[in-house]
């Protein structure tokens, strides 16, 4: 092509975009701005890859393991019948005459097409939920803790991840020379350094101590914000536990220590709780924020809290339900109305994700005649978890240049690998991360899509990725022989 | 209470509240002017009567009827047939063998569950939803307008709102002096004013002519423009079409002037089309911005749209499902890029409503097992609601002091009422609208429950109310009988 017939088209290509209202220079900044690794360009790419392999194109790998994201059936794992099948009555109640459906199945979708208007799933519920749900919700987090939960303090949401962006959006200044400053953990679960970028707050990175299992050390959250406080207004605290993507858990004195640390600086405390659970390293228990923070006592009543829920992960992995709650603790009850306001725009979360929350709070008890068959599954899917957990564990530690803590909770691995300088050099080259770089090659060489630390934060000069543990037991030993061979590949190309 | 004990509860008050993070003085001031009026104050009141009932309080009226929100299950209009039974298999696949099940639901749920990872609902899909029922979608559009429509640029979405809310973002500039003008019509559908609020854009109010059955004047576009262009960046108009509250339909020949206006203005255009099935007024047929954009031809490429859609409304009323579709027209690659990238941090839209969404733009097809029933059920709903709009029409008509244009669309009349003076003051002094005044005592006397116009917006001294036209025709009959008494008492007590 000539030089001017490429300027010509560059020439109209400019002309073109001016003519737009939204180009990439006038569109919304905040948007502009924040990223997604978990669903970034990698896994735009194993999305690539797939296509070319249906195609035909010759590949050194069959198919395309997706470790990226903890979406559990995607690779397998099966849905808890008891749940489909309370679902699959709401959504087709004709179901309820099935003579070989069990009564209790029947009896709980009749129990929840009753809180329904008219009694159809297809009607708008409450904006926080159905009543009953959120009773059932309240209930189970009262039986939990131990603690008594209000109903009035709880409400549905579209997933976690709706009612994480609904609460940090309350927290946030309309002022941006003075933004609302919001502490997250690195690495953390990119939703929220996607959040705060589009809500334009101010982020305050406090690091999780690799050296110590991931632990989360409240000096730390002390330098943190002592360097940060000047720049923004502090209002919230995000802590995810168990941890994704480094899978720790956090023991009462740790959660003790932050609550304490929360109310000393005044700060809203937003607990992602979704891998409840979650838990495999022997000795450990999940202890909720709530728990901890009403044995604290009176003395801190006035620490806001906000605690999350989702069916995509447990033992359910209903991704594509959509099906969350959050409890809020301590809030003013003006803030609670106007919280309550803030999400009736958008009318209700979606009536199949609110019946999956409530199997998950209210599900068969012993005399049942679903119970059996739920414990079965809930426990083999638990109990799996568990054993890949520490193989994978166990194996990433066996890799040379490789480390990883282990895998105390949630479903991920964050393992530390050593990159060589020559290969820092050449991702530098090609402008990309070097552990984009690494993990990009990893995916075009043996088809393991994982997700390179730099999309969840790292410390500096240290290097990363995410990968899931959910595969199955022989797919997981298969993809870590792999990776093996690939990393000692690549420490001999670039060493 | 002795006045020391108060100023002593109020002092302990105020401390209470200082001392935590959030407060009404603190919040989000963005989050604090939202206003949602379908969901607002009177229907709150509508759930406590409701409650009151219950417990055996005596009231003039034995049930509360909510003509307030277009909730159509929850008025007694029963689902489509073939949509719950494709959702149903989705969600609770054995019912793929029940011998009951009529194969081209069974080969519409397989074909489905093909598109979702693993097989299975419970995955998390593409953030623009699953790319078969994008596809289906892009031809449903396509055969719709008779112009191509590319299923890359469509993108599914958690009901109609969840997209507009999307799109609106990308349009926001991120500096508060400066901020995005959004042109919408008043009266308006509430989610406009509250997603404007809540994104702090800059509303520039357009008037609806009611002497001219609603009618959009370009005039009047110009004037409202001209009157606000100082005070923003103007970039967006949005149009609702068949009209929410107000059941205008736009002609052809007013789609290409408003098309020109955003044109000649450089607006981006959001068309709420989510009522592209309810038209009711003879020789009046729905006309998509998409298909005279297309029609206007290559002069207007750069003219930028997206068009909304949902499972809410039509015929199928799935408001439960929170399912919907957006269409984007003439966008920047580069900014479609911006606009995927914001939505994966959410996920995925629910797999049950983006299942329901595929039913409504694939549905059977003359020959199939399903088609007579699945026809049957359509045609009836639709003829109901043609029916139900006509008779509200009229009835009102007939109320002295009552005046309603046609509804020719959409699910909702929207009547001017006179309000005499003497209630106007004593609206005053209660602190509330006249027509929110109005609202309340027809409440109160009666259980009818409507939305004020003032929470849609209205000329300045005109008032109105929303009643959707869902209820069953005796209802209807029965409520706007009720409401005529009413009216007749209120004037009389106020003349």
């Known amino acids: 092509m000539s030089t001017s017939l490429i300027l010509s088209r560059r020439f109209s290509t400019e002309i073109r975009k001016m003519s737009k ?85 029947k009896d709980h979708a009749k129990y929840i097409l009753g809180g329904c208007s008219g009694g159809s799933s297809g009607s708008y519920t409450h904006s926080a939920g159905i009543e009953l749900i959120r009773k059932d919700v309240a209930a189970y987090i009262s039986k939990r803790d131990g603690f008594a939960c209000d109903y009035n303090h709880v409400f549905l949401s579209t997933g976690a991840s709706d009612a994480i962006k609904i609460v940090l959006k309350l927290l946030m200044t309309s002022d941006p020379a003075n933004p609302a400053g919001v502490m997250i953990p690195i690495p953390q679960y990119p939703l929220y350094s996607a959040t705060n970028a589009e809500y334009g707050a101010y982020q305050i990175n406090y690091y999780l101590d690799e050296d110590n299992k991931w632990g989360l050390d409240v000096n730390e959250l002390q330098r943190a914000l002592d360097a940060n406080r000047e720049k923004c207004t502090p209002r919230a605290i995000c802590v995810i536990n168990p941890g994704n993507p480094t899978g720790q858990v956090l023991t009462r004195e740790n959660i003790e220590e932050i609550i304490k640390f929360a109310k000393r600086e005044k700060l809203f405390i937003l607990a992602d709780e979704v891998y409840q659970h979650n838990i495999y390293a022997e000795g450990y228990k999940f202890h909720s924020f709530k728990k901890v923070l009403s044995e604290l006592g009176k003395d801190y009543e006035n620490v806001e809290l906000a605690s999350f829920m989702s069916v995509s992960k447990g033992y359910m992995g209903e991704c594509g339900m959509r099906g969350g709650y959050c409890e809020v603790v301590n809030l003013d009850p003006d803030v609670r109305a106007q919280l309550m306001k803030s999400i009736s725009a958008k009318l209700c979360p979606n ?69 060589p300088e020559k290969a820092i050099k050449a991702a530098a080259e090609k402008g990309q991360a070097p552990d984009a770089f690494y993990c990009f090659q990893l995916l075009e060489e043996t088809g393991i899509c994982v997700v390179p630390g730099s999309g969840f934060g790292q410390r500096e000069g240290t290097y990363h990725f995410r990968m899931t543990i959910l595969p199955s037991i022989p797919q997981i030993e298969m993809l870590l022989q792999k990776f093996k061979t690939f990393h000692m590949n690549f420490l001999n190309k670039y060493n």
Request: net charge positive.
């Open 351 to 419: 009536t199949p994700g609110q019946a999956a929350i409530d199997v998950v709070v209210n599900h068969p008890q012993p005399g049942q005649p679903s119970y059996d068959l739920y414990m079965k599954e809930r426990t083999q899917v638990l109990a799996d978890l568990n054993k890949k957990a520490k193989m994978t564990t166990k194996l990433l530690n066996e890799i040379e240049g490789v480390k990883c803590n282990e895998v105390m909770g949630a479903m991920y691995a964050f393992p530390n690998i050593t990159i």
């Open 21 to 105: 209202v939204l180009t990439l220079e006038t569109i919304n900044p905040h948007v502009r701005k924040m990223e997604y690794a978990v669903r970034g360009p990698i896994v735009q790419r194993a999305g690539e890859i797939e296509k070319e392999l249906k195609n035909g194109v010759k590949k050194p790998f069959k198919e395309v393991i997706r470790a990226n994201i903890g979406d559990c059936h995607a690779v397998g794992q099966k849905p808890i019948t008891y749940l489909r099948q309370v679902v699959g009555c709401c959504v087709y109640p004709p179901l309820l005459e099935d003579a070989n459906l069990p009564s209790d199945v």
